[in-house]
């Protein structure tokens, strides 16, 4: 089974940085294509930033210039480097694979991010 774990969220204040981490069992981050997640109050979760395997990256139009997507393959690692953060990024954070976004099973726990001054 799947299982992934976030870390690296917290309370900052309008314009401070964050890193958040992703790691697992039971896929092989090598060879997946990555994604970042993020779901707001009240909102759907909605896909962030994508890594693929080689390390091309694609970003959501709010968080380009800001956020950061990168990958360890051989630690099977993800991380997400969010910097100038707004209040509209505060959300639960989850990384997953993106061939397994779609199911509504093997999430993570997420990792809150809440910006306020």
């Known amino acids: 089974q799947v299982h992934l774990v976030e870390s690296g969220g917290d309370l900052v204040q309008p314009g401070g940085s964050l890193r958040l981490s992703c790691t697992g069992a039971?896929?092989?981050?090598?060879?997946?294509?990555m994604g970042w997640y993020g779901q707001a109050p009240g909102k759907q979760r909605e896909l962030v930033a994508s890594?693929?395997?080689?390390?091309?990256?694609n970003y959501a139009d709010a968080i380009k210039g800001r956020f950061t997507i990168s990958r360890e393959n051989y630690r099977n690692l993800v991380y997400l480097q969010m910097n100038s953060l707004l209040p509209e990024d505060t959300a639960v954070y989850y990384c997953?694979?993106?061939?397994?976004?779609?199911?509504?099973?093997?999430w993570g726990q997420g990792t809150q991010v809440t910006v306020s001054s």
């Open positions: 997953n694979s993106i061939s397994r976004s779609a199911l509504p099973t093997g």
């Open positions: 039971g896929i092989i981050f090598r060879e997946e294509y």
């Open positions: 890594i693929s395997p080689a390390g091309t990256t």
